[in-house]
């Protein structure tokens, strides 16, 4: 008998940005780690002026918990933009601090789990 008679497909799973973002700060949490948004852009207050927040290329999340670290996050196959490379770079660099580039929950369990492990 044939394996799949009919010739029907499940629908191929297409995770978005939010997706993984849920997933991450679920794991996050579960794991006593503390993430804080990062906003950055060009904002509107109530009085109707514009303020603008943060520096371009900024990671979505600060996660604080000794060692603390950045997180941005991708929808699987998503790419940084330049200026997130350079600040990522210049966080790095210049301040010490890590900023860890995930497209999923898995890769992020992995990156916590070698941090877990590390002397």
């Not at 002026?49 to 929808?75: N, Q, T």
Request: charged content about 30%.
């Amino acid at each position: 008998m044939p394996k799949n008679p009919f010739g029907l497909k499940p629908p191929r799973l297409q995770l978005s940005e939010n997706d993984v973002r849920k997933a991450c700060l679920d794991l996050l949490r579960l794991h006593q780690w503390w993430p804080v948004r990062q906003h950055v852009g060009l904002f509107r207050t109530p009085d109707q002026r514009w303020i603008r927040m943060g520096e371009p290329g900024d990671p979505d999340y600060a996660v604080v918990r000794a060692p603390s670290f950045f997180l941005e996050l991708k929808r699987p196959g998503g790419e940084l933009s330049d200026e997130q490379r350079k600040r990522i770079d210049v966080l790095q660099r210049f301040y010490g601090l890590e900023t860890v580039v995930v497209e999923g929950v898995e890769e992020l369990m992995e990156w916590l789990d070698r941090q877990v492990r590390s002397p």
